[in-house]
């Protein structure tokens, strides 16, 4: 599978970073590729433009991982691979984007670019704030 892997240091420490990043609700306040998130009955749903998805995250844990996995109605699921590392007193957030079977390179590419979006957007709240 073509993947692309995408970063952005956050001029945050790892701590906050991951801390943010590790509660699925705020996906929500920077994650609009994702849609509309909300949790339903302790599971998390994502409401796109390619329909209704299950959104799995996760558990937090002490390596900055923040994969999550997204379940099309009637699709195999995504594998979303994510991390947060340390870069000195910063955070380095890295995504991977892997381009799936049947998706034209177009809709690669459109994706690509709301990832490249979604992340500017998390690097502005953060340093915006004081978390």
Excluded: C
Aim: glycine share 6%; charged share 25%.
């Amino acid at each position: 599978m073509k993947s692309q892997t995408v970063s952005i240091t956050i001029a945050r420490p790892l701590e906050e970073v991951y801390g943010f990043l590790s509660v699925p609700a705020n996906f929500k306040k920077w994650a609009a590729g994702l849609g509309m998130l909300d949790e339903h009955d302790g599971e998390w749903f994502a409401q796109s433009p390619d329909g209704r998805m299950k959104v799995r995250f996760t558990a937090r844990n002490s390596f900055g991982v923040l994969d999550h996995f997204l379940k099309p109605e009637n699709a195999e699921e995504i594998y979303v691979p994510m991390r947060v590392v340390a870069n000195g007193a910063a955070s380095e957030v890295v995504f991977t984007l892997f381009q799936q079977p049947s998706m034209p390179d177009a809709e690669f590419a459109r994706d690509l670019k709301l990832v490249r979006t979604d992340l500017s957007s998390l690097k502005d709240i953060l340093e915006s704030t004081s978390n």
